[in-house]
Nanobody, 124 residues
């Protein structure tokens, strides 16, 4: 009963930056984890970043120096900013929601709801 809609993807040159947006609607709760995953063709879905309702954050090892996640609970919105984009960042980026959770999980199986994704393509 939670709908997630991502936006902000597109075609960018290597070295540039992107800001992705996830808007949640429906039966949202503050005690929850909002996360970003990505999946490239032929690869498994990969954890990118997550933020709890209290503001704690965590990042995947492959992007930790170039990514920032933020959240506004009253607006049910989360943002993912990626700096110094590389061709290896090319993937479909998904927003995920783990209801009634206070601890961040890296596992796809722990998340209850998923958006349809927004495509990020980085050219060299």
């Amino acid at each position: 009963q939670v709908r997630l809609v991502e936006s902000g993807g597109g075609l960018v040159q290597a070295g540039g930056s992107l800001r992705l947006t996830c808007v949640a609607s429906g039966q949202t709760v503050t005690r929850s984890i909002m996360a970003w995953f990505r999946q490239a063709p032929g690869k498994e879905r990969e954890f990118v970043a997550a933020v709890s309702g209290s503001g704690n954050t965590d990042y995947g090892d492959s992007v930790k120096d170039r990514v920032s996640i933020s959240r506004h609970n009253a607006k049910n919105t989360a943002w993912l900013e990626i700096d110094n984009l590389k061709p290896e960042d090319t993937a479909m980026y998904y927003c995920a929601f783990d209801a009634f959770a206070a601890r961040i999980s890296y596992s796809v199986e722990r998340y209850d709801y998923w958006g349809q994704g927004t495509q990020v393509t980085v050219s060299s």
